[in-house]
């Protein structure tokens, strides 16, 4: 090929990188591509992904090769692509909505409602600690910006003030509403014996029951916060972003719902705070 239709080529590339339209469409794709890899990754979608490449790539041989009957069969299939991707992948999907819709500020409409005193924390954390000492299953979910209305629609309906003696009570045992999760609104119990979508992930550990999966589900598909106590060992484990953390004890349990429930201005303020110390005792250090 001659140096001018190299040229040639080059410049209409050039002069569409020069167009700042171009660079913005450029810079979007990317971040779109970007946001769809940390989504997937380390999930089940990965490997399901990589099928799908390896049938596209089937697909390109029998192109190629001019393999007929297989090409005859994987067009028919192509058919089906679109529906097949959203069954599959409906669980990172909808995550991916969830995610891109909180990072938008609607302040006239976004309520924060994950965000109450941090008195009726210690109800939450009370109420555990005591069920935690007698081995008594428990499962509560704190609602924050996402809303859970379908799933306090799908339980027993209290809208009470929230208070130990009330979760107490509620996960006894002995009374109708035990087998289930509570969902926390604000300061006020929504609604108790819910139930939750079960996680899907196949690396969890075998150990973790039917109310643990319960806790990771509502957390991935949602921005919500759980508190689970086991009824085999009594431990106490906080979920947050599908992810589950156990063997928490009173103090560690409040760090981690206040953390998790701070707004924004707080979490900032905090921050800032943690750095000062930090710089503080580095200062002293030397």
């Given at each position: 090929?001659?140096?001018?239709?190299?040229?040639?080529?080059?410049?209409?590339?050039?002069?569409?990188?020069?167009?700042?339209?171009?660079?913005?469409?450029?810079?979007?794709?990317?971040?779109?591509?970007?946001?769809?890899?940390?989504?997937?990754?380390?999930?089940?979608?990965?490997?399901?992904?990589?099928?799908?490449?390896?049938?596209?790539?089937?697909?390109?041989?029998?192109?190629?090769?001019?393999?007929?009957?297989?090409?005859?069969?994987l067009q028919g299939g192509l058919l089906y692509v679109g529906v097949t991707?959203?069954?599959?992948?409906?669980?990172?999907?909808?995550?991916?909505?969830?995610?891109?819709?909180?990072?938008?500020?609607?302040?006239?409409?976004?309520?924060?409602?994950?965000?109450?005193?941090?008195?009726?924390?210690?109800?939450?954390?009370?109420?555990?600690?005591?069920?935690?000492?007698?081995?008594?299953?428990?499962?509560?979910?704190?609602?924050?910006?996402?809303?859970?209305?379908?799933?306090?629609?799908?339980?027993?309906?209290?809208?009470?003030?929230?208070?130990?003696?009330?979760?107490?009570?509620?996960?006894?045992?002995?009374?109708?509403?035990?087998?289930?999760?509570?969902?926390?609104?604000?300061?006020?119990?929504?609604?108790?014996?819910?139930?939750?979508?079960?996680?899907?992930?196949?690396?969890?550990?075998?150990?973790?029951?039917?109310?643990?999966?319960?806790?990771?589900?509502?957390?991935?598909?949602?921005?919500?916060?759980?508190?689970?106590?086991?009824?085999?060992?009594?431990?106490?484990?906080?979920?947050?972003?599908?992810?589950?953390?156990?063997?928490?004890?009173?103090?560690?349990?409040?760090?981690?719902?206040?953390?998790?429930?701070?707004?924004?201005?707080?979490?900032?303020?905090?921050?800032?705070?943690?750095?000062?110390?930090?710089?503080?005792?580095?200062?002293?250090?030397?």
């Amino acid at each position: 090929m001659s140096p001018v239709i190299v040229l040639q080529m080059r410049t209409p590339l050039l002069e569409r990188l020069a167009d700042p339209r171009q660079l913005i469409d450029i810079a979007i794709v990317f971040l779109i591509v970007y946001t769809i890899l940390k989504l997937v990754r380390g999930t089940r979608a990965v490997p399901m992904a990589a099928g799908l490449a390896a049938i596209a790539l089937l697909y390109w041989v029998a192109l190629k090769q001019q393999l007929t009957t297989l090409e005859w069969i994987l067009q028919g299939g192509l058919l089906y692509v679109g529906v097949t991707v959203i069954i599959l992948f409906q669980t990172e999907i909808r995550q991916a909505l969830t995610q891109f819709g909180n990072r938008l500020s609607f302040p006239l409409v976004r309520q924060n409602r994950g965000s109450f005193g941090e008195g009726v924390y210690d109800e939450i954390i009370l109420a555990a600690t005591s069920l935690a000492s007698t081995k008594t299953g428990a499962l509560v979910v704190i609602e924050r910006s996402v809303g859970l209305q379908n799933v306090i629609d799908g339980g027993v309906k209290l809208d009470a003030e929230l208070s130990y003696d009330l979760l107490v009570t509620i996960f006894n045992p002995a009374t109708p509403l035990h087998d289930g999760a509570v969902i926390v609104r604000a300061h006020r119990v929504a609604a108790a014996a819910c139930f939750l979508p079960l996680t899907l992930n196949p690396l969890l550990s075998k150990d973790l029951g039917t109310r643990h999966r319960a806790a990771i589900g509502i957390t991935e598909d949602t921005d919500a916060v759980a508190v689970v106590v086991s009824e085999e060992t009594g431990l106490i484990s906080f979920v947050e972003a599908g992810q589950i953390k156990r063997g928490f004890d009173a103090n560690r349990l409040r760090a981690a719902i206040v953390a998790a429930l701070a707004s924004p201005r707080e979490k900032r303020r905090r921050e800032n705070k943690r750095l000062a110390e930090t710089e503080n005792h580095e200062a002293v250090s030397t």
